[in-house]
């Protein structure tokens, strides 16, 4: 299985965008969940967003209002579009994809275990 890799990650200042892109094939299970996973030195492995089989979507509150997650299913695409962006948002970025449906996924996306597959990550740093 071919493992996924993100690209787009830069610095950029407080309140500006960014989007990461992934590009791989799809996760050998349904459901399952896409989406991305970040880490910053001194902070927890966390699960950013998610986008499930069916197309429903979940956020972590600390990115709810601010960032999208997103699929081109022709492409074999997934996009997550960052807004507003926070220096608290700097961390290392993975995308990802595990077994499960939103909103449950987010959170179990983050977890290193036999069936969550991650890409080797982009960084993302933002400026105050």
């Known amino acids: 299985q071919v493992k996924p890799v993100e690209s787009g990650g830069g610095s950029v200042q407080a309140g500006g965008s960014l989007t990461l892109s992934c590009a791989a094939s799809?996760?050998?299970?349904?459901?399952?969940?896409e989406g991305w996973i970040r880490q910053a030195p001194g902070k927890e492995r966390e699960g950013v967003a998610c986008?499930?089989?069916?197309?429903?979507?979940s956020y972590a509150d600390s990115v709810k209002g601010r960032f999208t997650i997103s699929k081109d299913n022709a492409k074999k695409t997934l996009y997550l579009q960052m807004n507003s962006l926070k220096p608290e948002d700097t961390a290392m970025y993975r995308c990802?994809?595990?077994?499960?449906?939103?909103?449950?996924?987010?959170?179990?996306?983050?977890?290193?275990?036999?069936?969550?597959?991650w890409g080797p990550g982009t960084q993302v740093t933002v400026s105050s």
């Open positions: 990802a994809a595990g077994p499960g449906e939103a909103p449950e996924s987010v959170v179990t996306l983050a977890r290193d275990d036999a069936y969550n597959q």
């Open positions: 799809e996760f050998k299970y349904r459901p399952y969940c």
């Open positions: 986008i499930d089989s069916n197309g429903s979507t």
